[in-house]
């Protein structure tokens, strides 16, 4: 595991098209070096502003792109509280991907009992990607951070920032609604070749402070993921304004 490393950007503008800019670089420097990349994408505004960013058709071969996300809301396929909404809108429905490579965390009405059933599906999904071992080997992983510090759908106090031997958890009792939600695991995110923060604004700032100061993961689980070959966090200066 990787210290963190920190970059201050201007603005939220320039932030999002620096952090776009870099992960197409990643990607593309895994498709030339294995023939296929892994992507780990999360909601949240400057993440959408970043995935837009990124719709970039000709940067890559994103029929080589596998894309996984690292939490969901539990709620119905065409809710609009779904993540994957905004990141189909922002990137993928300007890019070619390959629609096998894309996915998706169950929806709740996608058939499954209960949502712990649908967690264990989307972990049977990794790991079939995986070369045996529970996830494949993500090549960055794009995540945000809440007010609060949770980062993925790992929120302080609950149960999941506890969880070390599964990939993929459901989350009950959000504190920030829908409360229910599938998640990736910190051990899962740890898997990750790099992982990325990236926060903007002026309401994230003590959370990031937390975070970067040396925290609890469980009381600040952004705190807690960290790349095997990197970890960055990528700020604007309001963001960073409490460091």
Request: with cysteine; aromatic share 6%.
């Amino acid at each position: 595991m990787t210290e963190p490393e920190r970059e201050i950007l201007d603005d939220a503008e320039t932030l999002a098209s620096t952090a776009a800019q870099r992960a197409l670089e990643v990607l593309g420097a895994a498709i030339d070096q294995r023939g296929v990349a892994h992507l780990v994408v999360t909601g949240g505004g400057i993440l959408e502003q970043t995935l837009a960013a990124m719709a970039q058709p000709d940067a890559l071969d994103w029929s080589r792109v596998h894309v996984w996300w690292g939490d969901e809301r539990y709620v119905p396929a065409e809710s609009d509280d779904r993540n994957d909404r905004p990141a189909m809108a922002k990137l993928f429905d300007h890019v070619p991907y390959e629609p096998a490579h894309l996915h998706r965390m169950p929806a709740a009405d996608a058939g499954y009992a209960r949502a712990e059933d649908a967690a264990a599906a989307y972990a049977d999904e990794l790991r079939s990607a995986a070369d045996g071992t529970d996830v494949p080997a993500f090549d960055v992983v794009l995540l945000g951070i809440g007010p609060d510090g949770h980062c993925a759908s790992l929120f302080p106090g609950h149960p999941g920032t506890r969880v070390a031997d599964r990939s993929v958890i459901a989350v009950h009792d959000s504190p920030k609604p829908p409360p229910d939600r599938l998640s990736l695991t910190f051990p899962a995110l740890d898997a990750a070749r790099q992982v990325w923060f990236v926060a903007s604004g002026e309401g994230k700032a003590d959370a990031v402070a937390r975070a970067l100061g040396g925290a609890p993961r469980e009381e600040v689980p952004s705190a807690g993921p960290r790349g095997r070959e990197r970890t960055l966090w990528l700020l604007d200066r309001d963001a960073a304004s409490n460091l």
